[in-house]
């Protein structure tokens, strides 16, 4: 069983996992449609990925796909630690460009559910940190966007001082006055 916990961004869940253990370990479901389903989300994830990171504080993000190939994702940290954010994009959202952010671990076992008409990304709270991603949306290079990790509009409070971050993202726009975010 899974439990839904709804962040003050409309769609954003936080999602924990009910462990049955026994003299033989554990076992949890990180996955149900069934379940899924009540939440009001019915997109089927079609990939999935395995971001492997070697240093504390490697910062990876903040990265989405603009529709027609927007995507859901489903975010689970499997080893180490994260720090996981998603800021909201969405043009006619009440929290347009707020953020949210949790540490995800493979202690805590939680699982962020990130919708449509959000960016995401990550810093690592340990050495050898590893995620999986289920994403709605087969990655679509043309469709790839990015903001600024660093950018003070949004004003991210990343809990480490930046360590290893690609070009690309150092490279990603600043927002200005005129962004209008994406149209779902």
């Given at each position: 069983m899974m439990k839904f916990t709804e962040t003050n961004l409309s769609g954003l869940f936080v999602i924990d996992v009910e462990a049955h253990r026994d003299e033989r370990g554990e076992f949890f479901r990180t996955f149900c449609k069934r379940e899924f389903k009540a939440t009001g989300e019915v997109k089927e994830f079609v990939q999935c990925n395995h971001s492997v990171n070697i240093k504390k504080g490697t910062i990876r993000g903040m990265h989405y796909q603009v529709p027609p190939f927007g995507e859901c994702k489903l975010i689970?940290?499997?080893?180490?630690?994260?720090?996981?954010?998603?800021?909201?994009?969405?043009?006619?959202?009440?929290?347009?460009?707020?953020?949210?952010?949790?540490?995800?671990?493979?202690?805590?076992?939680?699982?962020?559910?990130?919708?449509?008409?959000?960016?995401?990304?990550?810093?690592?709270?340990?050495?050898?940190?590893?995620?999986?991603?289920?994403?709605?949306?087969?990655?679509?290079?043309?469709?790839?966007?990015?903001?600024?990790?660093?950018?003070?509009a949004i004003d991210i409070r990343w809990p480490l001082a930046e360590g290893s971050v690609s070009l690309k993202d150092k490279n990603y726009p600043l927002l200005d006055l005129n962004y209008t975010g994406i149209k779902i």
């Open positions: 689970r940290c499997i080893r180490g630690a994260v720090f996981d954010v998603a800021v909201d994009l969405r043009q006619s959202s009440p929290t347009f460009l707020q953020w949210f952010g949790l540490e995800l671990s493979e202690r805590n076992r939680k699982m962020i559910y990130i919708p449509e008409g959000f960016a995401h990304g990550f810093q690592t709270l340990s050495d050898h940190a590893e995620l999986l991603y289920q994403h709605t949306s087969f990655y679509e290079p043309s469709a790839e966007g990015g903001i600024r990790y660093s950018d003070k």
